[in-house]
């Protein structure tokens, strides 16, 4: 039998368990002015988890009071802010308004989501502050820095590009590669920028000098697709990043050594995306239609992930965006030695994964995605449909609470990242959506259109939040700084454009 608790009576002075026949008076309404229906709820965590035995709560009590009781409950020292959700739909006020808006029945025990929310508030963009010339050509790939204050671009004029934000110009321009720059990446620790071009060459550079570091890496034999560094908890200062290339190879570096240790071989077809986890496996999805796990010591496949009907396109992991950032948070916290920055980094991440394996999310041109568990198993969790045309992007919000997917379907789409339930849409763009990136709070969500402009979407209140219309042309990259303060974006018009608040 289910206990039943009741909490109404001392929701601001401490909390206490009601008596059956207090419990009794409190559904018939009466006794010590209690209300009337209590509500029997169950507190669960986002991964499924019950937070204690099922509770009667007041219709009145709303996410103050929500938020006191799970502190309470979970015997927090420091005051954590919750958001609560019932079936995906953030409650923002009373729970009996929230019943009767919706038509739930309190006859079934309410399920309540409790997530908990970043501690600092990101305000959505809402201006161009600067409009920076520079590339000769489209601006392919667009990054922050790890701690937000360097942002680097590569370009089809065969540049990479470090960009001064205070100053808000051009600061280096990096030449050498012989051909379109493709995709380039941040170390975690933020000490080095590796860039891929179409020519299948790999080039490392030091974004503090602008300089090339080392020769360049030029093994591959077709176009560089995908880059990922090894996380900063696992090895610090970070040496090792992944490669993947339409030669069908996925490679591991060695910075220090300067050489290739590793090379993965196993997709009969383009490798589209390769991520390192946190957990030291290597994941690349490819035409080929399946997904690759790999381990990283001897580069053996530990398995291979199937499903999907068409060209795998992008995959992401729930603790991607704390991997990309490593050490450094919303503090502007700085670290003096590797030890620190290792330390720092794995503080981070244990507390983004808890104690559940890492999620993985696969986006296909089948208009299909996968969600999966693959460190424990090679059966998807949840097959995430809706798309009506190829999915281009996906991207898990850094609190690993959502997903978001864009498509060539002109939509944004928004799905549990726990179950891969559709939660919304998104509609507003007019062309095709390449690329999204979220704020560090996990609040707003900005996406990049072919329609030439970017978007930021509200994860309250599902709707549109801000229109930033600015670029000539297709919006081709986006990236939203970790410290929240500033967007890039750059497309087929040549500029790189800064947004802020």
Excluded at 46 to 61: F, K, M
Excluded at 426 to 439: A, C, D, E, L
Aim: contains cysteine.
């Amino acid at each position: 039998s289910r206990v039943r608790i009741s909490i109404v009576v001392g929701f601001w002075g401490g909390f206490r368990a009601l008596s059956a026949e207090e419990s009794m008076a409190g559904q018939r309404g009466g006794m010590d002015g209690l209300p009337v229906n209590n509500i029997i709820c169950i507190l669960a965590d986002p991964e499924g988890g019950t937070l204690g035995t099922a509770i009667d709560l007041p219709q009145n009590a709303a996410p103050l009071e929500l938020q006191a009781l799970v502190n309470s409950l979970l015997k927090n020292e420091e005051k954590i802010p919750y958001a609560f959700y019932i079936n995906d739909q953030e409650l923002v006020g009373q729970i009996g308004a929230y019943l009767l808006q919706h038509k739930v029945s309190v006859e079934q025990v309410l399920r309540i989501v409790y997530q908990p929310q970043a501690v600092f508030r990101i305000r959505p963009v809402t201006r161009c502050s600067a409009t920076i010339t520079g590339h000769s050509e489209a601006i392919l790939s667009v990054s922050f820095s790890p701690d937000g204050r360097h942002v680097a671009s590569g370009s089809g004029d065969t540049t990479v590009r470090f960009w001064d934000l205070n100053t808000q110009t051009p600061l280096y321009t990096c030449a050498g590669h012989g051909n379109w720059v493709l995709c380039i990446a941040w170390s975690p620790d933020g000490k080095q920028v590796v860039s891929g071009s179409k020519d299948g060459e790999l080039r490392l550079w030091n974004p503090l000098s602008g300089k090339s570091i080392g020769n360049s890496l030029h093994i591959h034999k077709k176009w560089i697709t995908a880059l990922a560094w090894e996380p900063a908890h696992l090895q610090s200062p970070c040496r090792r990043f992944a490669s993947a290339s339409k030669d069908g190879d996925v490679r591991i570096w060695d910075t220090v050594l300067s050489k290739c240790i590793l090379c993965l071989t196993g997709h009969t077809l383009a490798v589209t995306c390769v991520k390192w986890s946190g957990e030291g496996l290597i994941y690349s999805s490819s035409q080929d239609c399946t997904i690759k796990v790999w381990e990283t010591s001897v580069g053996k496949l530990v398995r291979e992930l199937k499903g999907h009907g068409h060209w795998v396109n992008t995959l992401a992991l729930s603790t991607e965006y704390v991997l990309r950032t490593g050490p450094f948070d919303h503090t502007g916290k700085t670290y003096d030695s590797p030890e620190e920055v290792r330390e720092a980094a794995l503080v981070r991440y244990q507390g983004t994964k808890s104690s559940s394996p890492e999620r993985l999310v696969s986006g296909s041109d089948d208009f299909t995605m996968f969600l999966w568990e693959p460190s424990t198993s090679k059966q998807p969790k949840a097959r995430m449909t809706g798309h009506q045309q190829l999915v281009n992007h996906v991207y898990f919000s850094p609190d690993g609470r959502w997903v978001a997917s864009a498509s060539f379907d002109k939509s944004v789409k928004l799905w549990n990242g726990y179950t891969g339930e559709f939660v919304a849409t998104f509609r507003g763009h007019v062309g095709p959506v390449y690329q999204i990136s979220w704020s560090a709070d996990s609040r707003l969500l900005l996406s990049g259109s072919k329609d030439s402009t970017l978007k930021v979407w509200d994860m309250r209140t599902r709707k549109l939040r801000e229109d930033l219309p600015g670029h000539a042309d297709e919006v081709y990259a986006v990236d939203w700084s970790p410290d929240g303060e500033k967007v890039a974006s750059g497309g087929k018009d040549h500029v790189l454009k800064l947004w802020m608040s």
